[in-house]
């Protein structure tokens, strides 16, 4: 039987590179840096692939290019979101920490 996904599974350095990339768009001078860390969260709860964006808010939208620049998520012609099973899982991880679960809708 299979069990609950975890990063275990993979070197610790992907996680470290996930987080890393988070933080540096969280902390980043850019505009809608704290959209894209909110709109990675709320597509980390979905499915990996075929992430309606439709379900983000206009700026969470417009943030998504930061998430693509540091190859956070992918998306395909069909205007559909794509992350990685790591960037989800240490994604979710942080969630399950108290201070870091922001009010999602």
């Known amino acids: 039987a299979k069990g609950p996904k975890t990063t275990e599974n993979y070197p610790e350095c992907f996680s470290d590179v ?7 768009i969280l902390l980043s001078d850019k505009a809608y840096g704290e959209d894209a860390g909110q ?4 597509m980390a709860l979905m499915d990996m692939v075929s992430i309606p964006l439709d379900l983000l808010g206009a700026d969470e939208k417009k943030a998504v290019v930061l998430l693509q620049e540091h190859s956070l998520v992918t998306v395909d012609e069909m205007g559909g979101a794509a992350m990685n099973e790591v960037t989800q899982l240490v994604v979710l991880n ?3 920490e ?8």
């Open 94 to 96: 942080q969630l399950t």
């Open 39 to 42: 709109a990675l969260r709320k």
């Open 98 to 105: 108290k201070s870091q679960r922001p009010a999602l809708v």
């Open 18 to 24: 996930v987080k890393l990339s988070l933080d540096t």
